[in-house]
């Protein structure tokens, strides 16, 4: 938490109770606004949702945290681990998994079949989990 509070007061936040709990309650699976509220409530924090929302984008912000859309276009959050991943999502259940890919060529194949300077990009796989198939 030392580390986050020199970011935070570097861009003039303090970490206030609600800051720590709100970073406290992420990880790095990926979660949407109202799975952490319902994370805070099991612990008897109560946070609205305006706070999370506004804290998360502070976060994002100062790259402490990384913000993820799926097809349903809500966001989720997780902790910012500076290693580029991708993530799996059941499209039944909705469970979600880091996957890490030697992207070499598909990043080569769309410079080469692109008139663009590609700087990032972003993909998603969808299936069933063993769960759920």
């Known amino acids: 938490m030392v580390e986050i509070k020199k970011q935070l007061a570097a861009k003039g936040y303090r970490l206030t109770k609600p800051r720590q709990e709100i970073f406290a309650s992420l990880d790095h699976e990926p979660q949407s606004v109202l799975q952490i509220i319902e994370k805070l409530k099991k612990k008897n924090i109560k946070i609205d949702k305006v706070t999370v929302y506004r804290t998360l984008a502070s976060f994002v912000e100062l790259k402490l945290i990384e913000e993820t859309q799926f097809k349903n276009k809500i966001s989720v959050y997780e902790l910012a681990d500076h ?13 979600i998994e880091d996957i890490c890919l030697d992207e070499k060529l598909l990043i080569q194949a769309a410079k080469k079949n692109s008139s663009f300077q590609i ?9 069933l989990c063993k769960k759920c198939h």
Do not use: A, N, R, T
């Open 83 to 95: 290693q580029h991943h991708h993530h799996v999502q059941c499209e039944k259940c909705g469970k």
């Open 119 to 127: 700087k990032s990009h972003h993909l998603e796989f969808f299936g």
